[in-house]
């Protein structure tokens, strides 16, 4: 019983021995590239091509609105507050 549970332990030591160095061996293998920052903003932006028809526009916002949005607002306001009690 004795030898069973002391050869259970060397076994699965040796187990997690093997997969702990595994696992470091594909971290490292990931992380060989040297990060460097302009390199990847200058590939982010070759990949989102903003140079292409994009531009900026702003959302008009509620307070924006035309006088003639503005007054069919404030009767769309005024109705749904008019309903019976």
């Known amino acids: 019983m004795v030898a069973f549970m002391i050869g259970g332990c060397y076994v699965l030591s040796e187990f997690m021995q093997t997969h702990m160095e595994m696992k470091d061996k594909k971290v490292s293998s990931e992380s060989q590239r040297k990060f460097d920052l302009a390199e990847e903003h200058k590939t982010m932006m070759s990949k989102l091509e903003l140079e292409k028809g994009y ?19 404030g009767l769309n306001q005024a109705k749904a507050g008019a309903g019976p009690a």
């Open 55 to 73: 531009t900026l526009s702003r959302i008009p916002r509620p307070d924006d609105a035309p006088p003639q949005a503005k007054s069919l607002q």
